[in-house]
């Protein structure tokens, strides 16, 4: 009869896991734009980013996902991650080729700062099997305040958004109280992870709670594409985005 896995053996997997979905979020993000711009392309709508800086800035994605995954200097490239998507998320805001509604831009960049957390997070050393080097405390702890950053504009999203609360309210019991509810436990979440306190607590609610909001909210794909028009393949990568910071939380709720 084999042997149950002990806690640590759990939480480490769990830990890679995480790592695992970080290190390859790049890989789908990629993807997913491509799919998005071929989308567009049938009616003649532009990129976020400019062409010729699209390839270069998808090369660098690709590039810094191939040495993480191989865990060749792991922590340089996940830097290196960080500011391509930092650089990129800015180049698409400013340069205004695409309209967005503004509730759909909170969605989308709230999401993107979520991500360089994660991989400054992932830079700091955390969630290594064998760490070699000290982790980086400053930059776990400044990836902690993007995931906060997250967090807050979710609690944002959920009292000014009308297209957000719907999504929600069309999934939850209890209505508008649980609604509230929800509101504040984010709010929690987003102090914890701003000031530091009980930072993997509350990384394992939010990796309880994450999946759900996948399941239930973002891959509710005919709402947000049939009822509020976001195209398929921007929903699509927003919901690896999702995944990608369920990634950072669970490395945070193991190793934290």
């Keep these: 009869m084999a042997a149950c ?14 790592a695992f979905i970080l290190t390859r979020f790049g890989f789908w993000n990629c993807f997913s734009m491509l799919m998005l711009f071929a989308e567009r392309a049938d009616s003649k709508r532009k990129p976020d980013i400019h062409v010729p800086y699209l390839y270069v800035d998808m090369g660098a994605a690709v590039l810094c996902s191939s040495f993480m995954t191989f865990g060749v200097k792991r922590r340089w490239f ?8 930092a650089v990129s998320t800015y180049a698409s805001y400013v340069g205004e080729q695409v309209h967005y509604g503004e509730w759909l831009k909170v969605r989308m960049y709230s999401r ?25 405390r400053s930059l776990q702890s400044t990836g902690q305040v993007f995931l906060g950053v997250y967090l807050i504009c979710m609690v944002y999203s959920l ?6 609360r719907q999504a929600y309210l069309n999934h939850i019991m209890g209505g508008e109280i649980t609604l509230v509810l929800l ?6 979440l987003a ?4 000031s530091g306190w009980y ?5 394992q609610i939010l990796a309880t709670v994450l999946p759900l909001v996948l ?3 973002d891959g509710n794909m005919n709402y947000w594409h049939h009822t509020r028009k976001v195209e398929f393949w921007n929903q699509m990568k927003l919901m690896g985005h999702n995944v990608g910071v369920f990634g950072a939380a669970l490395i945070l709720a193991t190793d934290g």
């Design 5 to 18: 896995p002990s806690r640590k053996q759990m939480l480490r997997f769990l830990s890679q896991l995480g």
């Design 191 to 194: 102090l914890a992870f701003l």
């Design 159 to 164: 009292q000014h958004s009308q297209e957000d």
């Design 78 to 85: 996940a830097i290196a991650a960080a500011v391509q998507l």
């Design 215 to 217: 399941l239930l909210i």
């Design 199 to 203: 930072v993997r607590l509350a990384a």
């Design 112 to 136: 993107a700062l979520a991500i360089i957390g994660g991989f400054l997070i992932l830079a700091s050393g955390a969630g290594e099997v064998y760490r070699q080097k000290p982790r980086s």
């Design 183 to 188: 509101e504040v436990l984010f709010g929690v």
